[in-house]
């Protein structure tokens, strides 16, 4: 585990291996006004003592009327930060550095009147969502929120943000240009919403906060994924954190025998064409496989989540060789239901319990 387990830096950040725990909305944890709680603090905590270089907390919502479900963390006013800072203090007495993803719904939202760059009609769940077309005011006003949770986050003293910019959420939703058919500025340049986000947050917080994006790698074929992470290296992003973007309207691509995901193959291109840290993610199960990909792919980072939800320790397992544990891929994840009920944990501790 020559790679995996070698620091490297993020801007002046030093990061002690390559394991980053990606950002995993625990449901049902929340109350509607977005507070943290006990629990949110305990399992951060939990997480960082087991090992990862780093930590991005779940998606945070930076407007209510943005949530992508009832029972999601927010930093959309003030009197959200005094908890978020006790999961920063609880994740810093570990020695792990934390990043906050910021976030917006948009059509995936939760709310009674979803915003979306474009009036567009989508199926979730068996249940018909409509997006309406942004005005310019509702545009600004929605970036304007992004840029005021990243000064909240540097208040509460995370690390950096990551934006996110990806999963059908309303950054990606702008990016993608089947979803996006504006004919202004925000639809001839899909990049622009986000790069005035990026641009502004820059100018409010410290040189050494880190801002980073969580972005689609299909949106909605790779070489859009690749055109967007050039323009935002050029316009000073600190990191590429690479995922599937709108699903459904996208074209994922790999050759016939790379072994991983495309999503990981994807992020192996991103890298080729810039110098900041690119993570890769989806399906990593054990220590060899992402050994293998940091090595094949040239990618800096790995994230391992659901991986993590099994096995909180992760990170220390694979170091001292012990099994990891995996997640079973089970049809609806657990955790989003009844964490308790995660069948690989379950059986991760049964078999150490029995010594199978
Ligand atoms: C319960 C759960 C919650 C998730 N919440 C988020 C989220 O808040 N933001 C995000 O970008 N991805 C989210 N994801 C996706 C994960 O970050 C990750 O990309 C995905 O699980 C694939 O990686 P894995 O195979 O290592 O689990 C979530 C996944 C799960 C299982
Ligand atoms: S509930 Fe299933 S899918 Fe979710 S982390 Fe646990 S084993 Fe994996």
Redesign the pocket.
């Known amino acids: 585990m020559k790679r995996l387990f070698e620091p490297f830096y993020i801007k002046h950040l030093k990061i002690k291996n390559r394991i980053c725990v990606p950002p995993m909305v625990c449901y049902n944890w929340v109350k509607e006004d977005g507070c943290v709680v006990h629990k949110n603090i305990e399992h951060y905590r939990a997480i960082a003592r087991g090992g990862a270089g780093l930590i991005i907390q779940e998606a945070t919502c930076v407007d209510p009327e943005g949530k992508l479900s009832k029972d999601q963390l927010g930093i959309w006013e003030d009197r959200q930060i005094d908890g978020l800072k006790e999961i920063v203090g609880a994740v810093h007495e570990e020695g792990c550095p934390i990043f906050l993803q910021i976030h917006h719904a948009g059509v995936n939202g939760s709310g009674e009147y979803l915003l979306c760059p474009s009036d567009y009609e989508m199926d979730k769940d068996g249940e018909k969502r409509i997006g309406h077309e942004m005005t310019k005011e509702q545009i600004h006003k929605v970036q304007d929120q992004f840029v005021k949770a990243a000064v909240r986050a540097y208040e509460a003293g995370y690390d950096g943000v990551e934006l996110h910019g990806c999963h059908r959420y309303m950054m990606c939703e702008f990016f993608n240009s089947r979803v996006n058919k504006r004919t202004d500025e925000y639809g001839r340049h899909p990049e622009k919403f986000a790069l005035e986000i990026l641009e502004r947050i820059k100018k409010e917080v410290p040189e050494n906060f880190v801002v980073g994006i969580r972005l689609g790698a299909f949106e909605p074929a790779l070489a859009d994924g690749i055109r967007h992470a050039k323009i935002l290296e050029k316009h000073g992003i600190n990191f590429l954190d690479i995922s599937y973007g709108f699903s459904g309207e996208d074209k994922p691509e790999a050759p016939k025998d790379f072994p991983y995901k495309d999503v990981i193959h994807a992020a192996g291109e991103i890298k080729k064409h810039v110098s900041v840290p690119v993570f890769a993610v989806n399906s990593i199960t054990d220590a060899r496989m992402a050994e293998d990909i940091l090595e094949r792919t040239g990618v800096d980072m790995v994230d391992i989540g659901?991986g993590v939800?099994?096995n909180y320790n992760w990170a220390i397992d694979a170091r001292e060789g012990r099994n990891t544990g995996r997640?079973?891929?089970?049809k609806e994840?657990?955790?989003r239901i009844d964490a308790e009920?995660?069948?690989?944990?379950v059986l991760l501790n049964r078999k150490r319990n029995t010594g199978e």
């Open positions: 659901r939800l099994v997640c079973l891929h089970c994840c657990q955790w009920k995660c069948a690989g944990r």
